[in-house]
């Protein structure tokens, strides 16, 4: 399973738009990129996923180059309420069902 | 979307006891489910994945004899606490797999486990 890597923390203001970035060096050719976001808690929510280019939907973009190293995940116009973690994992199937490592994830505080 | 439960939301119990946690897909079956456990401040930790009418299969360093796993439906698997000790309070997270392509899985509310 392919590891990432991503800011521990992020910081933002309401209205502005938070852009973050995940490393994962080693993806596989059949791995999906997902990102999750948890409150405290909570157990986490699904934001958006993909495997390649743009993928855009009522909340959030996903951006990922040709290479797939990487990805970032973008967030319009934040509220306080975006205040929490995001995770970035990335995997497909293995042995016939899906298995998710989650990494150390994102702490974004978005303030005043 | 699809939803999955768990209860109890919160449970506290004394040390030595048993503990059991139940995870739901309430409107989708579910051959797979995961069990996490979380800690204040730190990430999700996969500790099991839960097989429909079969052995669940642990990950390294979770012991099978005081994390019991059953998944006796296609919508229910059931974690169970044996002899609680404080250090296992923490947070434990259940999801579902949706079994389509692109490995989508459907996280629970959680269950706040305190031992006393």
């Known amino acids: 399973l392919a590891k990432t890597t991503q800011p521990i923390s992020m910081d933002s203001y309401e209205g502005q738009e938070v852009n973050i970035t995940c490393s994962h060096n080693n993806i596989a050719t059949n791995d999906y990129i997902t990102w999750y976001q948890q409150f405290p808690s909570q157990g986490p929510r699904f934001i958006i996923q993909?495997?390649?280019t743009k993928v855009t939907n009522e909340v959030a973009s996903l951006f990922i180059p040709a290479d797939r190293k990487s990805s970032t995940l973008s967030l319009p116009r934040v509220s306080l309420s975006d205040t929490a973690v995001y995770y970035c994992?990335?995997?497909?199937?293995?042995?016939?069902?899906?298995?998710?490592?989650f990494g150390a994830g994102t702490r974004l505080a978005v303030h005043p | 979307g699809a939803v999955v439960s768990q209860h109890p939301s919160w449970v506290i119990c004394k040390s030595g006891t048993s503990v059991k946690i139940e995870c739901r897909s309430l409107d989708f079956q579910a051959t797979t489910m995961f069990w996490y456990r979380q800690f204040p401040k730190q990430s999700l930790m996969l500790m099991a994945t839960s097989n429909e009418g079969s052995k669940a299969t642990y990950e390294q360093g979770v012991e099978k004899d005081k994390f019991l796993i059953n998944h006796a439906s296609l919508t229910l698997s059931t974690l169970t606490v044996t002899s609680a000790h404080p250090e296992d309070s923490s947070f434990y997270i259940c999801?579902?797999?949706?079994?389509?392509?692109?490995?989508?899985?459907?996280f629970g509310p959680g269950t706040r486990l305190t031992v006393l």
């Open positions: 994992l990335v995997g497909g199937r293995s042995g016939g069902y899906n298995k998710l490592i």
């Open positions: 999801s579902a797999g949706s079994g389509n392509q692109n490995n989508e899985q459907f």
């Open positions: 993909g495997y390649k």
